[in-house]
């Protein structure tokens, strides 16, 4: 071999690797330009990210914690190394003021996200109080799930999975209840209704009337009939619920035609919750961390 081969093969090896590194490269860019990052940069939660407590309401339907528990288990799926916990405000253990003061002891800082959609008693009463039981613990209250794309995509995905098609949004004699617990507190009452007509959009427009299963109407028999005076005799009931429980089993059991599932473990519920917990870690505020109520 003369030396302009020799040169020549060394060249080639060397463009050859360039080559490989710039197609590995390319291969990690979106179509829009941005360049992918790996799924566990993605995903590594910040050193010495707070722990995120999940706050359910309470069940004696023992199958409530274990939805929730599964719902929680996806969310560590999408934030591996994130410590994430469930508390309730009632009935079921462990209850919130326990898993605070757990958390005040191991110099933990917290977000607690409610797993509940509306403003009510229980976000700006009950939860700032568990908060001022535990003076030590540095940690601020997420906004409720409220009326986001995510939630209205698992109930969307809960109606599919119980039997509504795409047909059925456009069809003239059906309508959907949105079944949801209730609270005397105005501001909820409007946040469900904004919830409701995001998830009549998101079903072609169908009509979509809220219902609460207590403390405020009209109940879910009363939605059904209202709907049906409109012509709207194939009732589906949307389970605005985290998971099962007397309520939600109350609310399906008047369901004249398809009744849905409460959203439980949807992956897009648990997107959501994440969704909640950033948007409270990462707010500017003035106010002292520890002093926070709601965001």
């Given at each position: ?247 939600a089993t109350r609310a399906a059991a008047h369901a004249p035609w398809l009744a849905a599932a409460p959203l439980g473990a949807h992956p897009a ?27």
């Open positions: 071999m003369t030396d302009s081969d020799s040169t020549f093969d060394s060249a080639a090896e060397l463009l050859g690797r360039i080559t490989e590194q710039l197609a590995a490269q390319l291969g990690q860019v979106h179509p829009g330009g941005r360049r992918q990052r790996k799924h566990d940069e993605e995903v590594r939660p910040p050193m010495n990210a707070p722990t995120l407590v999940a706050v359910g309401h309470g069940s004696r339907d023992p199958r409530a914690r274990a939805t929730l528990g599964r719902l929680l288990d996806r969310v560590r799926e999408l934030r591996p190394g994130l410590d994430v916990r469930l508390a309730h405000i009632e009935l079921n253990a462990p209850l919130l003021d326990e898993t605070l003061a757990d958390l005040a002891a191991e110099g933990r800082d917290a977000v607690l996200v409610p797993l509940l959609f509306a403003p009510g008693h229980h976000v700006t009463h009950d939860l700032p109080a568990a908060l001022a039981a535990a003076p030590a613990l540095r940690a601020r209250v997420a906004e409720p799930l409220g009326a986001h794309p995510l939630l209205v995509e698992a109930l969307a995905g809960r109606l599919t999975e119980a039997g509504w098609t795409p047909e059925d949004g456009a069809s003239r004699s059906t309508g959907v209840v949105l079944a949801s617990a209730g609270s005397r507190d105005p501001r909820s009452g409007a946040e469900i209704r904004r919830i409701a007509a995001l998830l009549g959009e998101r079903l072609g427009g169908v009509p979509v009337v809220p219902a609460y299963a207590s403390a405020a109407t009209p109940t879910v028999p009363e939605a059904v009939r209202a709907l049906a005076a409109r012509g709207r005799h194939r009732v589906a009931v949307a389970s605005c619920f985290t998971a099962p429980g007397l309520f519920l648990a997107r959501l919750v994440l969704h909640r917990y950033e948007q409270a870690r990462t707010a500017r505020t003035t106010t002292p961390v520890r002093e926070l109520a709601a965001i």
